[in-house]
């Protein structure tokens, strides 16, 4: 139980809160005509050019 309150609740802590802030930046984003750009269909780190 210790173990519980000691270590583990402030993780959640933390996750709960970094759940919280993103949705707003998303919602604050989105009120100002803010789009992220969309990602690449494939990847140049897993398909390389080059393989060695």
Not at 23 to 28: G, I, L, T, Y
């Given at each position: 139980m210790a173990f519980?309150?000691?270590i583990a609740c402030p993780w959640l802590l933390i996750a709960v809160l970094d759940r919280i802030a993103e949705?707003?930046?998303?919602?604050?984003l989105v009120a100002l005509g803010v789009t992220a750009p969309t990602p690449p269909a494939s990847s140049a780190y897993l398909h390389p050019d080059r393989p060695y």
């Open positions: 519980f309150i000691g949705s707003r930046r998303s919602a604050e």
